[in-house]
């Protein structure tokens, strides 16, 4: 019961969100917001960035809602519109390298990481080279496939694994070396 009311209180606001109705809006908003903030914040390490770029990104949603079909979730819709945005942001302000690599190889898992802490795991992401980070949080966090990924980078499948490949060792070696540091080891 409480799931179809939950629906129908979102179609309710989006009906209203299309006619221009602020208080709509403001609620959609306030509901998405601190979801789309952290979206935002996997792409962008500076808060204040990130949050111009969740601005941006509900800009373009209210300016857009019109499109939204509901087909699939009306929070998935966002979602695409915020990766989209901080994507755009990084093209234009962060040169990307891929660094193309045409062997595949077994991507590893990053070991132990269930006990580390999110703001702990935050700083590793943040510290990815731009293009292992893009890569990385398209598939990881957003679940996005390799081909997706290549679609909307404009880079070949493989390269796009590379990078995921790469991201991960990466993350794994700096994981290393901030828990040899927390327990005094180096």
């Known amino acids: 019961m409480k799931i179809i009311s939950i629906h129908n209180k979102e179609q309710r606001l989006l009906k209203e969100a299309k006619k221009q109705n602020r208080a709509a809006q403001q609620t959609l908003y306030e509901t998405y917001a601190p979801k789309m903030l952290g979206v935002c914040r996997q792409y962008v390490k500076d808060v204040h960035h990130a949050e111009e770029l969740m601005l941006s990104g509900f800009l373009k949603v ?5 499109n939204f079909e509901n087909k699939g979730s ?3 819709w966002i ?3 915020m990766v989209n945005t901080c994507i755009s942001y990084i093209r ?3 040169p990307i390298i891929f660094a193309e690599d045409t062997m595949l190889v ?3 898992e990053i070991e ?3 006990n580390t802490g999110e703001k702990e795991l935050q ?3 943040d510290q990815l080279p731009e293009g ?6 398209l598939y990881a966090i957003e679940g996005y496939k390799h081909a997706e990924i290549a679609k909307q980078l404009g880079i070949s499948e493989s390269t796009s694994k590379s990078q995921l490949f790469k991201a991960r060792k990466w993350l794994q070696k700096h994981y290393v070396k901030m828990n040899d540091l927390a327990n005094g080891n180096k």
């Open 92 to 94: 234009k302000h962060h």
């Open 112 to 114: 132990n990481i269930e």
């Open 123 to 125: 700083k590793l992401i």
């Open 106 to 108: 077994a991507i590893q």
């Open 62 to 66: 209210f300016t857009h809602l019109n």
């Open 79 to 81: 979602l695409k519109i």
């Open 74 to 76: 009306f929070e998935g």
């Open 132 to 137: 292992y980070k893009l890569v990385f949080n």
